[in-house]
């Protein structure tokens, strides 16, 4: 008991649980709620409504008053997302293709709030980020949900999905945690103290590229790749020994990779018809009709009439959204709302060069930022991929934490 209240009272504890939660949870409550029949969507909810009032209440005990440059920019950005929304269902009485409150609730519940409560968290201390957190609790869940899927499903024929799981999200939780237990791998020191733990950061490479393969996510396996080359180039000069961890990494990736061809991974398949699927080249048509529009209201945008002009273009699927977060950013808000998504994005750019240079060791979240923005260049809405403010949060206040002499 001692031992956890010791631990809950480090604030670099908390950040690592409740982005660890963010990242995990909702795979195996997703496959509890299969296993036990019951509401999916209850579920989720009241585990959201868990991690808001827990973030808000960090939020409440956490911020002295400072308003920092990354707080500005991303609140000023869901400020005028959420004037925008207001206006056009209030005013212009325009119905969006999900409630008002729904729209809300993505976006202040399980993206805003979340996020500041990150940053403050991120920014408060100064001690190392430790990932054995991540790692318990990933390991933990999805080990949990591919024994499930396992036991439900043929895992060489049946994508890592449930009626109420898209493999999407189920996808990019593999790569997360296959890259903070690569990360982890890489900085552990050969000693036996340490073998625990390095057996369990296998374990978890194991289950995440699994997991990844089995969903047949591109985002997600680019992610795995694109991550992966960023860690060999953090960690270079690092040590001959973490080198050669990394390549033998490598090589397990690869080696799993054929498994999978040979298995008939539906993941092969997408990859050698790229640029030829169905949903593919409907997202393509989507971000094309949704710049085409943009370009009539280049200044204010059309706001969320965008959900009921995206509509009309496929009348028979639920696409209302550009799953493209740029294109949704101009389109909502012309160019007062896309230019301040590009500003932070260029502003957690250049935090990640800084935070690899000061600490490498918690590269682990430039690796989290960077699958966030492969994530949102090719699926979700503003509102529903909170790994991309959730990493750029911690980005930004991990830096400032770096970085400042009195600690906020």
């Avoid at 493209?324 to 500003?343: C, M, P, R, W």
């Amino acid at each position: 008991m001692n031992s956890f209240i010791n631990y809950i009272k480090n604030k670099i504890n908390i950040l690592a649980l409740i982005l660890s939660l963010s990242l995990f949870l909702q795979v195996p409550l997703s496959f509890i709620a299969y296993e036990s029949e019951l509401s999916n969507r209850s579920i989720m909810l009241i585990m959201r409504g868990i991690l808001f009032i827990a973030s808000l209440t960090i939020v409440l005990t956490n911020y002295k008053g400072k308003i920092s440059n990354w707080m500005k920019i991303v609140v000023a950005f869901w400020l005028i997302y959420f004037l925008r929304l207001l206006y056009d269902v209030f005013i212009l009485e325009v119905t969006p293709s999900i409630p008002c409150w729904e729209i809300i609730s993505w976006g202040l519940g399980v993206t805003l709030i979340p996020s500041l409560a990150i940053y403050l968290l991120a920014r408060s201390s100064s001690e190392e980020l430790n990932l054995n957190t991540f790692i318990y609790v990933g390991v933990t869940s999805l080990g949990i949900s591919l024994l499930s899927f396992i036991g439900n499903f043929n895992p060489l024929l049946d994508r890592f999905s449930l009626p109420d799981l898209n493999p999407i999200p189920a996808g990019h939780a593999g790569a997360s945690l296959f890259l903070i237990c690569l990360v982890n791998v890489v900085n552990l020191p050969l000693t036996q103290t340490k073998k625990i733990n390095k057996n369990l950061s296998i374990l978890g490479i194991i289950i995440g590229l699994f997991i990844t393969l089995s969903s047949s996510t591109r985002s997600a396996f680019l992610s795995i790749l694109l991550g992966s080359i960023l860690i060999i180039i953090i960690h270079h000069n690092s040590g001959s020994y973490k080198i050669g961890r990394i390549y033998y990494l490598i090589g397990t990736i690869l080696f799993s990779f054929s498994l999978s061809l040979l298995g008939g991974s539906g993941l092969i398949q997408k990859l050698i018809t790229i640029g030829q699927g169905e949903s593919e080249l409907n997202r393509l048509t989507l971000l094309f009709s949704s710049m085409k529009l943009w370009f009539r209201h280049p200044i204010f945008g059309v706001g969320f009439k965008m959900h009921e002009s995206l509509g009309d273009v496929f009348i028979n699927l639920n696409h209302f959204y550009p799953h493209n977060f740029i294109a949704e950013s101009f389109l909502l808000g012309g160019l007062f709302l896309g230019t301040l998504f590009l500003i932070i994005i260029s502003y957690t750019v250049k935090k990640s060069f800084q935070i690899i240079l000061l600490r490498p060791s918690e590269g682990c979240l430039v690796c989290l930022w960077l699958q966030g923005c492969i994530y949102v260049m090719v699926s979700g809405h503003l509102g529903n991929v909170p790994l991309f403010w959730l990493a750029s949060a911690a980005i930004c206040g991990r830096y400032e934490a770096l970085t400042s002499r009195k600690i906020i």
